[in-house]
């Protein structure tokens, strides 16, 4: 399933006291682990932890990023096995936000449980076994027919993160938050799929806007998602919640607008951003792959109800969003710092040469019929 490209085994509930326990005051000073760190979703977790005034422990193979967070204390080793690092000391609580096969779940979080008092998973709403119809926690998850499988694809990315949840919480039944997101976007993402629109907006011009402007789309803010982790740590939540904005609460056409409205504040490109709908009859046709223009969910088919995951849980429980505006402009403003061949070459969305094309074809056919 495509989709599961773009996002990425127990159900789980609520504990029964965790929704009165968000009300309990912050407590200062916990010793958090985080297993990753410094590559986006960990880095919003970080800077989140240390602004709190948190004592923060990364672990990491120490490749990515890793001049960054001088000041906190780094141990260096792999999921796969190399964890002698981990040993011999002890935390209030493990965000593991690199989690992808199972059997490197099960090797820290079996060497963590004694020494943790909560363990906060990362997993992913492609955990879930279908998109056909609109999901809660609740939903089946996804399987794999062969367990063994390590191999991360399209295909199994989903059924190994579900794998993965199952493994914290049977080493820590009771202790463990599972976090499910959506696709995550704002400044450091790694993917460029939320980016791709503000970025080709600010490049001026036509563009291709996918659909109707009415389709809703779905996704998490990284700093929401970071927000409501650090909350579920620091007031002793449990359970799984799936970490989106509600349903409707955005459009494509929000992102569109939104995003030619930052491109005109912050890049002031020569010719300005103006978009085109194209049907998605249309696209379909010409075999328009979902990476080429992300977070546009066709509400039809197997992924008809990709952008109608339930969020009622996390809102219960506090989750807050941040205004579309907002995440917009701080993604646009660091595209715009970000080096050259970055910002040249993005990994999702349409290349020019092909936007370009598929434009001349819509207004031909609009002028043949």
């Not at 020019?352 to 074809?361: F, G």
């Amino acid at each position: 399933m495509k989709r599961r490209e773009f996002i990425g085994a127990a159900t789980g509930t609520v504990a029964a006291a965790a929704v009165p326990a968000m009300a309990r005051t912050r407590a200062p000073g916990l010793r958090i682990l985080i297993l990753g760190g410094t590559r986006f979703i960990g880095v919003h977790m970080t800077e989140l932890a240390l602004e709190r005034g948190h004592e923060v422990t990364l672990f990491n193979r120490g490749k990515s990023n890793p001049a960054l967070f001088p000041r906190v204390r780094h141990l260096q080793g792999d999921r796969n096995g190399e964890l002698e690092t981990l040993k011999g000391s002890s935390w209030d609580a493990v965000i593991d936000d690199s989690g992808y096969v199972p059997r490197h779940v099960r090797l820290s979080a079996e060497l963590l449980a004694p020494h943790v008092q909560r363990y906060v998973f990362i997993s992913s709403i492609s955990a879930y076994a279908s998109f056909a119809k609109p999901l809660d926690e609740d939903s089946p998850l996804a399987q794999l027919a062969d367990s063994s499988i390590e191999k991360v694809t399209n295909d199994t990315y989903g059924p190994l993160k579900a794998l993965c949840e199952r493994a914290v919480e049977t080493a820590l039944p009771h202790r463990a938050l599972i976090l499910r997101p959506h696709i995550v976007v704002g400044p450091h993402d790694t993917t460029d799929r939320f980016t791709y629109w503000p970025a080709r907006a600010a490049r001026g011009g036509e563009l291709l806007a996918p659909g109707v402007p009415g389709t809703h789309t779905q996704f998490i803010d990284a700093r929401d998602l970071a927000r409501f982790t650090l909350d579920g740590i620091e007031r002793e939540l449990t359970g799984t919640f799936n970490m989106v904005v509600p349903p409707g609460t955005f459009t494509i056409g929000d992102l569109v607008s939104e995003s030619i409205a930052a491109a005109k504040a912050l890049a002031r490109p020569s010719s300005p951003p103006e978009a085109t709908w194209v049907s998605g009859d249309f696209l379909e046709k010409r075999k328009v792959d979902p990476d080429e223009l992300p977070l546009w969910y066709p509400p039809t088919g197997e992924g008809a109800a990709f952008a109608e995951v339930s969020a009622a849980r996390a809102v219960a429980a506090g989750l807050t969003v941040t205004p579309l505006r907002v995440s917009v402009r701080d993604t646009l403003a660091w595209h715009l710092k970000r080096p050259a061949s970055e910002r040249a070459h993005l990994k999702a969305g349409l290349d020019a040469e092909r936007e370009s094309m598929l434009l001349k074809e819509w207004h031909a056919a609009g002028s043949a019929s």
